[in-house]
């Protein structure tokens, strides 16, 4: 019995992916490294990232991790918007 494919994740518009990577590089790179090779956060490399759950990593950027520095970026994100940052980062492609 064929799976069916996961449903695409919602296009975003010029305005929100210009916004998503200024986000990526600036606010997230403060942390994480502006190469996203680590820093006060881990490495957000697509080996560091293979094997997680996508949902997973979505809910940790819209939620953030209690008791870590990592805060909740749902005032700022639409989960299409946290969606689109994982998707890039597995690819390794950074903005």
Do not use: Y
Request: aromatic share 4%.
């Amino acid at each position: 019995m064929a799976r069916a494919a996961a449903p695409a994740a919602p296009a975003l518009s010029a305005e929100q992916i210009q916004h998503v990577s200024h986000l990526l590089i600036q606010d997230c790179g403060s942390c994480h490294g502006l190469r996203m090779t680590g820093g006060l956060g881990p490495a957000l490399t697509p080996e560091t990232l293979r094997g997680k759950p996508r949902d997973t990593l979505i809910a940790t950027i819209l939620q953030g991790r209690p008791g870590t520095p990592m805060p909740p970026w749902n005032p700022f994100l639409s989960p299409a918007e946290a969606g689109w940052i994982i998707d890039h980062l597995i690819e390794g492609q950074l903005p």
